[in-house]
């Protein structure tokens, strides 16, 4: 008698079982946040050694915006073990190197500042990229302040140009005015305050009187805008 038909069916139904198994112990994108902190780093691990498949992107992207302290080192760690070997494909290093820049913070910066040790002139960009990424989650200026706080030459040079490129923007201007009030808790800073604001101190005309003006009208709006609120 020929069982190799059964067995077959046996086999896919086997196999059918199991996807269905291993996909039901895989978090949704809507469930993932609540997860322990535990589960989330074994969820990342596992997804960086699978090579970040599509069908976990969702998840990956909760997981890097609301909680990249815990996924960005991971991510961060393994690049910088990939970067060590001459055989990781290039897809996977642009792929987790993206994945830091996207999150749009400080963490993104720091994991930057010890790729860029490696290779400045592959991953310098990404600050750059960090800080319009950070403009749709939080306010881009507040994390480039954090990010010259780091103490890295590489970042803290990065994060100026960005700075300087972003700030011919009046709408940009606006959201420095911004962060300048959160920083200062008032309008304008001192003039002392203003000579050695770690951004205003960084442009390359130390921050014109015109470019001052206008960042000192726009936070007195922001400011009279707040105290309606």
């Known amino acids: 008698m020929d069982f190799r038909m059964p067995r077959l069916r046996s086999t896919a139904a086997l196999l059918t079982f199991l996807a269905g198994f291993i996909n039901a112990q895989v978090p949704s994108a809507r469930t993932i946040l609540d997860t ?3 589960e989330q780093m074994k969820f990342v691990n596992e997804t960086i050694a699978a090579g970040f498949p599509g069908d976990r992107a969702d998840q990956m992207t909760m997981l890097i915006i609301n909680r990249s302290a815990v996924t960005l080192p991971l991510i961060a760690g393994k690049l910088e073990e990939a970067l060590k070997s001459t055989s990781t494909p290039k897809s996977f290093v642009d792929t987790a190197s993206e994945m830091i820049a996207y999150a749009g913070d400080e963490q993104s910066l720091r994991a930057l500042s010890k790729l860029m040790a490696f290779d400045e002139r592959r991953f310098g960009r990404l600050v750059g990229r960090t800080l319009d990424n950070a403009g749709s989650w939080r306010n881009p ?14 970042v803290s040079r990065y994060t100026a140009a960005w700075a300087e490129a972003a700030l011919t923007s009046e709408r940009m201007q606006r959201v420095w005015a911004d962060a300048m009030l959160d920083r200062y808790g008032k309008v304008v800073p001192s003039e002392t305050e203003w000579a050695q604001d770690p951004i205003a101190s960084r442009l390359k005309d130390r921050a014109s009187p015109e470019l001052r003006q206008s960042v000192v009208h726009f936070a007195a709006e922001a400011q009279s805008k707040r105290q309606r609120r």
């Open 141 to 154: 200026f507040t994390v480039a302040y954090r990010g010259l706080e780091i103490g890295d030459e590489a």
């Open 36 to 38: 322990s902190e535990a």
